[in-house]
């Protein structure tokens, strides 16, 4: 989902909106302040403007606020059930009241106290066409998606696109917040796509499939549970592929269970200054299906800077495909390495077990990188202008099934390729820009180098 | 050059093919494409001398750029390989320029003659150490050739300062590989029951078989590896055949292979009339029988169910085999449905006894293979192949079958000469 860009008129408007807010909330406040523990209870909340959403669903996020006991919880649980409709993103325009009972009977009563709100629903459909660049893929794409379809803030999306990497994927979506919680969603996924990676292993693949996934937010960060069942087939293999592609070439079913754990405390994820990050991904395959394995991969991210500009950033990320069947590991599951913005100085993918003009995959990596940024010659008033210099190192390999952990060790440490260069990085709002010279120190002979100049355009990088 | 007249002649492209020998026991084959292209501009103005100047020192230099960069995109290999290819690539222009020498001393005032020799290196033998793909490509950009020598790009390619050894090296086959569906339909139970892994022959796919059995018929030595995807092969087919060398054969490409590499020499021939009478049986089998075996195996239900089945699909998760044999069976039904108007077992079932029996009277009682000849021919590949299969299919005992799967094997057996040149076959070419 593309943020939209705020005009300037926008921004202002809803920043004196704010403000206008603020300062009224900072009035009642002071107002209320000597009589804030003072018994009351909200007696009714009124909601104008919600045709399209459930009653129920509804009903759940304000529930909360009736809990209040003195003034000074009725302000602060309304204004939590307000802020928890404003997060689902299907209201456009929310605006509360607190008020004393209409009712004549209950004039009187100065402990009851009634809210209402007002509330515009954003429109339902969404068309989207357009254009996209990331991780060395442009793409096009068409998306149409339906907001609030049951009026409980589901989200049901079809959307297709066309690209270098991907030749073509559709999607189908439909997500639906758990019990009113904007924290908690489920999902259901199907999907078709046609993946091309004749840029780095000629063939092509085919993946048909579903998923349901599950995602939370903990005090630890973010997870997501899913399921996933892929059907795939490793097809078209180049006139140059090598034996070793084509022997991979076929169908394989893949039916599994997923649990991605992140924990992002960077200030910003394109170029982070400050902060870091951590990502664990886990699968097991083999509930039911061809391929059964455990597969791990995690990935971490620090970030420093002083107040002259200069930004140092280190990351690691390593990964282990472990075969519960004692057959080697398919090409899909495989890992891949190097590449612009993996092992910088080695082409896309270029790492790790090849044969003839073909990256094979591996199923243990390990790669790091330290990055130092400096502010810009001339230009160090502009912070999305930084010149790069860099250190990578990576290394890839096959483990074969009933291999000790001693020998894949071995493996890791033995002859990794190593890469040092500089160059200008620019950060884009929604996408990073890197051209840098790059050095090949170290490298396997079988390793796709690319020396010289690297373009690296994307959003994850080493 | 504002005002001129170019003539251009090419010559035919000569190819040949030189195999060379290194020290490390490795062949290296290499075939060379060389064309003359010869251009004659006819140039009126005066300043002719610096153009021809020009022309005659292109000759060698843009020969050598040429035939640089055909070096590099199609053989990739390591910086320091790289210069060592250059300097072949140059030894190979200056002998064809020797060879079309006369063009060029073919200049005079106002004509002048400009000669491109295009050289065509491929190197059929993958060299041992592939790395540092497309590399070379990258420093043509600059000017071609005299780009290495640029002290910059001399310092870039120290880079890797050091390599290691390769982290996956497949060793180059010794023999031709088939990868084929094999092995026959018995073969599995055989396997089950003798611990020793024995060799993999014979297949329980007609084309697989025909191929073996055609190369095997030739005296041409090849292993068999065992395929059931058939998109890995370059034509959506197997049998394939990976050669040494690294290129592939496909069932296009199958005779022309034979007849370059059999060590046979051309005795068996078939005359003008045999070849013709070849051609027709081939046809009828490849049309009658094979309507039948198809029928037989697909959409007889418990045949298809007890054997085709796990042949074919029998690697494949249960789920996604449903899946691929519905796709593989209507494929079937519409590729039959392609030369008839209707699918009639019993019509199909008529054909195939017609067919089967001219089989066995051009057969004849005495003759070990058609046409009365000593070695066998392509036909007999190709009877073969559906003989055997057919009798050796797995027999099945099921109500709903009631002896309809073995319709086919009893129509063979039916003709003695058949099942003995089938059995003969096997046993003098598959079990030894």
């Not at chain 2, 370059?260 to 009658?288: G, I």
Request: hydrophobic fraction near 35%.
């Amino acid at each position: 989902m593309a943020a939209k860009q705020p005009t300037p008129e926008e921004l202002a408007a809803h920043r004196k909106q704010q403000q206008e807010f603020e300062e009224a909330v900072h009035r009642i406040q002071s107002l209320v302040d000597n009589v804030r523990h003072d018994p009351m209870k909200l007696r009714k909340i009124t909601l104008h403007g919600a045709n399209k959403t459930r009653e129920s669903f509804l009903h759940r996020i304000l529930q909360p606020a009736f809990q209040a006991k003195s003034l000074h919880e009725v302000i602060g649980l309304s204004r939590q059930a307000v802020r928890r409709m404003e997060r689902f993103g299907i209201f456009e325009d929310i605006k509360m009241q607190l008020d004393s009972p209409h009712d004549p009977w209950l004039q009187d009563r100065k402990d009851l106290v009634d809210l209402g709100i007002w509330i515009k629903e954003g429109s339902r459909l969404q068309i989207r066409t357009g254009t996209e660049a990331g991780n060395a893929e442009a793409s096009m794409y068409g998306a149409m998606t339906l907001k609030n379809v049951f009026g409980g803030a589901e989200t049901l999306s079809t959307s297709m696109a066309f690209g270098t990497r991907t030749s073509s994927a559709f999607q189908f979506a439909l997500a639906t917040p758990l019990l009113a919680d904007p924290d908690k969603n489920l999902s259901i996924n199907l999907f078709s796509q046609a993946r091309n990676n004749t840029q780095w292993s000629s063939y092509e693949e085919e993946l048909k499939g579903g998923s349901l996934k599950y995602s939370t937010l903990s005090p630890l960060g973010y997870h997501e549970f899913a399921y996933e069942g892929n059907w795939r087939e490793v097809c078209r293999p180049s006139e140059k592929a090598s034996l070793s592609i084509r022997e991979q070439c076929g169908h394989s079913l893949k039916s599994a269970l997923t649990h991605m754990w992140v924990h992002d405390m960077r200030d910003e994820p394109l170029m982070p200054s400050t902060g870091h990050f951590v990502r664990v991904i886990q699968e097991y395959a083999g509930l039911g299906g061809d391929v059964e394995h455990l597969r791990q991969e995690v990935e971490a991210q620090v970030a420093r800077s002083n107040d002259k500009g200069y930004i140092v950033s280190a990351s690691v990320k390593s990964g282990y495909l472990h075969s519960l069947n004692g057959k080697p590991s398919k090409i899909s599951d495989r890992f891949f390495l190097g590449g612009p913005m993996s092992v910088r100085g080695f082409k896309s993918n270029g790492l790790g077990p090849r044969e003839g003009e073909d990256s094979l995959g591996g199923d243990a990596y390990v790669s790091a990188g330290v990055s130092l940024m400096t502010p810009f010659p001339g230009l160090s008033d502009r912070e999305s202008f930084k010149g790069h210099f860099f250190a990578n190192a990576g290394t890839l390999v096959s483990v074969k099934p009933g291999q000790s952990a001693t020998k894949t060790i071995d493996d890791l440490t033995k002859a990794p390729s190593v890469s040092v260069g500089a160059g200008i990085v620019y950060r884009h709002p929604q996408v990073r820009i890197e051209l840098n010279f790059a050095l090949p120190l170290m490298a396997a002979k079988t390793d796709a180098i690319s020396r010289g100049w690297q373009l690296g355009l994307g959003i994850s990088f080493l | 050059m504002s005002d001129h007249e170019e003539q251009v002649t090419a010559s035919e492209p000569r190819v040949e093919i030189i195999e060379e020998t290194l020290p490390d026991g490795t062949i290296v084959r290499r075939k060379k494409t060389t064309r003359t292209i010869t251009k004659r501009v006819l140039t009126s103005r005066s300043s002719t001398s610096e153009v021809e100047q020009e022309s005659s020192s292109s000759t060698s230099s843009t020969a050598v750029i040429t035939g640089h960069s055909h070096s590099h995109s199609h053989s990739h290999n390591s910086s320091q390989g790289s210069s060592q290819e250059s300097k072949q690539a140059r030894k190979e222009i200056q002998s064809t320029q020797e060879n079309t020498g006369s063009a060029v001393s073919d200049q005079s005032a106002g004509v002048k003659t400009e000669t491109t020799t295009t050289t065509t290196t491929t190197k059929t033998t993958a060299a041992t150490s592939n790395a540092a793909s497309g590399s070379g490509s990258k420093f043509s950009l600059f000017g071609g050739g005299s780009a290495q020598d640029h002290p910059f790009y001399r310092f870039l390619a120290r880079f890797p300062l050091q390599q290691s050894p390769a982290p996956h090296v497949r060793p180059r086959p010794v023999r031709p590989i088939m990868y084929a569906y094999a092995p026959g339909w018995m073969a599995a139970q055989q396997q089950e029951s003798s611990e020793k892994a024995p060799q993999i022959v014979g297949s329980f796919d007609v084309d697989s078989l025909k191929w073996m059995a055609y190369l095997k018929f030739n005296h041409i030595d090849f292993e068999i590896k065992p395929a059931f995807e058939p998109t890995m092969s370059p034509s959506g087919k197997l049998p394939f055949l990976a050669l040494p060398d690294g290129s592939l054969v496909t069932a296009d490409g199958f005779e022309a292979f034979v007849q370059e590499n059999s060590p046979m020499t051309s005795s068996k021939q078939l005359n003008l009339d045999e070849a013709a009478e070849s051609v027709a049986f081939t046809t009828l089998a490849e049309s009658k029988i094979h309507s039948a075996l198809t029928y037989t195996l697909w959409f007889e239900a418990p045949h298809f169910e007890a054997t085709t089945r796990q042949h074919y699909f029998g690697h494949h998760n249960r789920l996604l085999a449903t899946l691929l044999e519905y796709l593989e069976k209507s494929r079937i039904v519409h590729s039959m449905l392609l030369t008839r108007t209707q699918i009639d077992r019993e019509l199909i079932f008529d054909e195939a006894v017609t067919a089967i029996d001219a089989l066995a009277v051009e057969l004849g009682d005495k003759n070990e293979y058609f046409f009365g000849k000593d070695e066998p021919t392509g036909l007999d590949a190709i009877v073969f192949a559906y003989l055997h299969v057919i009798l050796t299919m797995p027999k099945i005992r099921h109500v709903d079958d009631a002896g309809r799967s073995g319709e086919l094997a009893r129509i063979v057996r039916k003709h003695e000469n058949l099942f003995r040149y089938s059995q003969n076959i096997w046993k003098k070419w598959f079990s030894t």
